[in-house]
């Protein structure tokens, strides 16, 4: 919805598509649209937690069904969604590349994607980078708490301000935490499946990964999960995407205990990243801590790409600390001098004294100024 159509006169008497949907949609004055955009800001909300949730392992694992069934239905509510923007759209090509539109369709496309069997989008790597998208709806939380604010009558807005403009600012510090949460989580965490296992050596673990890719953490170790006799964080002694293989030194006496004597495939095995963002939830103690100039550096990119994000992330806990500081320093102005009712008295004394006429009538009794009659001694005379 954009600003053309709150501001067309005509938009009641020409609607696009049936005229219940385009209220629905469109008109702020139609109960269902309120009722629809609560609805839809709700599960944005649930969507954003879900898809945080789902990078803990010991959370999805026990619930992936949930989770699972759980994105279908989202990813549904918002097709439907986008699809009745683009029924009602009067320009709909202009809807559709818009930014509101993009963001829209980047919110729905890697479920379908996911869902389709194609090849070049088999690898979970590729998926698990398109992922990123879908926190991109979060942003329709800030859109949808702008245009409340914008519909709001002025009355409304003198009458209870510092709700509004926390509502507002929290809507906008829940965007900025989830995005940089789940940007840097997908730039500094990586992980794979593993295929297969063998001994190399007295003390030494060949696991075989078709998804093997990036860097190894700093640390120099990597986490192995799901193999249940080899589990375990162990040091890297080969790290090599090209053949497909991850060497690692096994100083767990249980685990010695339990080298293979020969090739062993595995099925539910991966390989992790040696890292602290292990997931969303986590990566939102760093974003808070950033956001908010801390810094206590028990938790710190160390990749290009997750570096770039924290500088960003940076720069916009100074916009967020400035505009809690605004919100702020108004209320206390207005709770102990008045402010807003000062101010609103000087603009009507302004629009008073603008009305008054620039030279003095001599028909009327008293100035309109002072009040004197104009008879009076020191009075005005023939001019004001």
């Known amino acids: ?10 938009q009641e008497n020409n609607p696009v598509g049936p005229a219940w949907l385009y209220k629905t949609i ?12 609560t609805f839809l800001n709700l599960i944005i909300f649930v969507a954003a937690i879900l898809g945080a949730l789902e990078t803990v392992e010991s959370i999805h694992a026990p619930y992936a069904k949930f989770f699972e069934v759980s994105e279908y239905i989202i990813v549904g509510i ?81 009458k209870n301000p510092l709700a509004m403009n926390l509502t507002i ?37 060949v696991f075989h990964s078709n998804d093997f890719h990036g860097e190894p953490a700093p640390s120099g170790k ?20 090209e053949e497909h293989i991850i060497e690692v030194l096994v100083s767990d006496p249980d685990v010695l205990a339990a080298m293979p004597t020969e090739l062993t495939k595995l099925e539910n095995a991966h390989w992790q990243k040696d890292s602290p963002f292990t997931s969303v939830p986590a990566a939102s103690w760093w974003c ?15 990749t290009v790409p997750g570096r770039l994000i924290a500088a960003v992330t940076m720069f916009m806990g100074l916009a967020l600390f ?3 500081m605004n919100i702020i320093g108004k209320a206390m102005m207005a709770a102990l001098f008045g402010a807003e009712e000062l101010e609103g008295e000087q603009k009507a004394a302004a629009s008073s004294s603008a009305a008054l006429p620039a030279k003095w009538n001599p028909t009327w009794i008293h100035c309109p100024t002072c009040g004197q009659e104009h008879s009076a001694p020191g009075s005005h005379g023939g001019g004001h």
Request: with cysteine; aromatic share 12%; glycine share 6%.
């Open 322 to 324: 400035g505009m809690l």
């Open 78 to 158: 918002f097709s439907l969604e986008y699809l009745a923007n683009i029924i009602t759209a009067r320009n709909k090509m202009g809807y559709i590349f818009s930014f509101w539109g993009i963001i829209d369709f980047l919110a729905i496309a890697p479920t379908f994607l996911q869902m389709a069997n194609i090849t070049a989008l088999k690898s979970a790597r590729i998926l698990r980078v398109l992922r990123v998208l879908r926190v991109l709806r979060v942003l329709k939380l800030a859109r949808e708490a702008l245009q409340k604010m914008q519909q709001t009558s002025a009355a409304e807005k003198r």
């Open 26 to 37: 469109h008109d702020p004055t139609c109960k269902a649209y309120h009722r629809l955009h």
């Open 222 to 241: 990597v986490t192995i999960v799901g193999t249940d006799k080899w589990d375990g964080t162990h040091e890297i002694k080969k790290w090599s995407p």
């Open 288 to 302: 808070v801590v950033t956001l908010t100039t801390v810094g206590y550096g028990d938790m710190y990119p160390v």
């Open 1 to 10: 919805m954009n600003a053309s159509q709150n501001n067309d006169p005509f």
């Open 169 to 205: 600012y929290f809507l906008a510090l829940f965007s900025v935490i989830i995005i940089s949460s789940t940007l840097v989580y997908f730039a500094e965490f990586a992980t794979g499946h593993i295929q297969s296992v063998e001994r190399q050596g007295e003390a030494h673990l």
